[in-house]
């Protein structure tokens, strides 16, 4: 682990700076409420013109290629920082050059490529499921004969909630697996026959202090994050496993801001890293109502240099997400008593879209 620099050369940034945040979805915008509670500001640049972090903050609307609105755009914020992970490298490294971007380029790199990614975990010493790097169809049938089936193609870049992935069952054709994919680079995995899925969020200072929510579950439907229960119902030793790949990974990709990691917990109680993503995350909105802290307060905390909050939870608690028209239900959760209600602004709901969330927490037990 890196000491970091010298106290006296550590960025810290007093509340009314100014946060850039790159993307401008539905993290963007908790993220700038966050922000503003603590009295900072933020600008957020977002190639769309109409974003939900846009409702909240000030907006550069601009392409990520776009070097003056790029420059324009570094000389008004004192950090930045990143709410979706496919900004392109080659606009962080610009931004770099002139503030300060946390997490930066590296932590980028590694998390937009599932095969960085999970050559970076296995040489961190982080257990992943067996997988191998696919660059063309050939390669699917060898590492095919290695893996063995069920396995899951998945394309190396873009993939999110379940997009770009075909699992290969006894049967299947790798042409088919491969043309699903859309015949592109990818890494095949090991279908992996796990209890439950968990995620920690973890933050981590500059000068490589790390703090760690609690490990909670994660409930898919659809591909797509459908609950997170906090605590996971998981043994004391298998949590502290699931802490400890958080920790591994911050420290070795000597990570400044707060990182997510998800994974899969084995019935014999290994854990397996399944992804990383370098900001705040769909699974960690339960500590907006649940949590000492929220991840997004602890992102603002660990990309500007000050303290890292308290992650203690506060009671037993459920985050909801609403789906598509789901989101039609809003009248009758904000007369639920206890339930907490967050609407992300979204013009449009579509089919799959994550319109808001809904946070139930029983402060009566722990
Ligand atoms: P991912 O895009 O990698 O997060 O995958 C989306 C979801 O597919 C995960 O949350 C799991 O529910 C499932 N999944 C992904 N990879 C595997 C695997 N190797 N074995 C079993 N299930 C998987």
Redesign the pocket.
């Given at each position: 682990m890196t000491a970091g620099p010298a106290p006296q050369d550590r960025l810290h940034l007093p509340p009314g700076s100014v946060i850039g945040v790159l993307g401008g979805g539905q993290l963007g915008r908790m993220l700038a409420l966050a922000a503003a509670r603590l009295g900072y500001r933020c600008h957020v640049y977002e190639p769309a013109a109409e974003c939900p972090a846009a409702h909240v903050a000030r907006h550069t609307a601009a392409a990520w290629d776009d070097a003056a609105a790029l420059d324009v755009f570094a000389a008004s914020v004192d950090v930045i920082t990143l709410e979706f992970e496919n900004v392109p490298v080659e606009t962080v490294e610009r931004l770099a050059a002139s503030k300060p971007v946390r997490p930066g380029a590296a932590a980028l790199r590694v998390a937009q490529d599932r095969a960085a990614e999970k050559t970076f975990l296995n040489k961190a010493g982080i257990e992943t499921?067996p997988w191998a790097d696919i660059p063309d169809a050939a390669a699917l049938d060898a590492a095919l004969e290695r893996i063995g089936r069920p396995s899951?193609l998945?394309t190396a870049r873009f993939?999110?909630d379940?997009k770009g992935?075909a699992v290969i069952r006894d049967g299947d054709a790798a042409a088919d697996a491969w043309a699903a994919v859309g015949a592109q680079r990818s890494v095949l995995?090991?279908?992996?026959d796990?209890s439950l899925?968990v995620s920690v969020l973890a933050a981590r200072t500059e000068d490589g202090e790390i703090r760690c929510f609690e490990p909670v579950e994660n409930r898919?439907r659809d591909?797509v994050l459908h609950k997170t229960l906090a605590p996971a119902p998981i043994a004391a030793d298998v949590a502290d496993r699931a802490v400890e790949i958080a920790c591994k990974a911050l420290s070795a990709l000597d990570y400044v801001g707060l990182l997510a990691v998800?994974m899969f917990v084995m019935p014999d109680g290994r854990v397996l890293a399944?992804?990383i993503a370098p900001r705040p995350h769909n699974s960690g909105h339960w500590t907006i109502d649940g949590a000492a802290t929220s991840q997004f307060e602890q992102t603002v905390r660990a990309i500007c240099g000050l303290p890292l909050g308290e992650v203690s939870r506060l009671g037993a608690v459920e985050m909801e997400n609403l789906i598509g028209e789901e989101v039609d239900a809003w009248p009758d959760l904000l007369a639920e008593p206890g339930a907490r209600l967050h609407l992300y602004g979204k013009r449009e709901t579509r089919p799959g879209r994550k319109m808001g969330h809904v946070t139930r927490l029983r402060r009566d037990e722990a």
């Open positions: 499921a899951v998945k993939g999110y379940g992935q995995e090991g279908f992996v796990f899925e898919h591909g998800e399944n992804e």
